[in-house]
């Protein structure tokens, strides 16, 4: 499934909603959709913070897309966006800037998680993965 949003923090909700009725549907727990909500959250703030910053918010046609693929006991989301991308590289917790922590919160409750420049090499893809725990 794919869902194409506004670069605006207000349509975070819609990419939140999406998932949960995917998660649902495909029998995650309650734990694991509270990680995977919190984690899409960071993903999509980061896109529109890094991706879409002063005027290129405001460009009818910007859009975060947000891709989720479910796979036997596996939720997979790419989060993208056309800004100008970035390289990151995991900095030490002490070299974190303060609200800085919106990548290191995806790695803590997902089980993969990567940072890619998509193939055409316009803007940044995260690529996050959390597996169905049987319970």
Same mark, same amino acid.
């Given at each position: 499934m794919s869902l194409d949003i506004p670069p605006r923090p207000q349509f975070v909700a819609l990419a939140r909603l999406a998932l949960t +009725?995917?998660?649902? /549907?495909? +029998?995650f727990s309650d734990d694991e959709i509270a990680?995977?909500? =919190? +984690?899409i959250t960071e993903a999509c703030s980061n896109s529109i913070k890094h991706g879409y910053a002063g005027e290129a918010a405001l460009d009818p046609a910007a859009r975060?897309?947000?891709i989720y693929e479910v796979g036997g006991d596996r939720m997979v989301i790419r989060v993208r966006d056309r800004g100008p991308g970035f390289d990151w590289q995991g900095p030490a917790a002490e /070299? =974190?800037?303060e609200g800085g922590l919106g990548i290191s919160i995806i790695q803590a409750v997902c089980d993969e998680f990567s940072v890619s420049r998509p193939s055409d090499g316009v803007g940044a893809e995260l690529?996050?993965?959390k597996l169905r725990r049987a319970g």
């Open positions: +009725a995917l998660c649902r /549907e495909h +029998a990680d995977l909500k =919190l +984690a975060v897309n947000v /070299e =974190l800037p690529t996050l993965s």
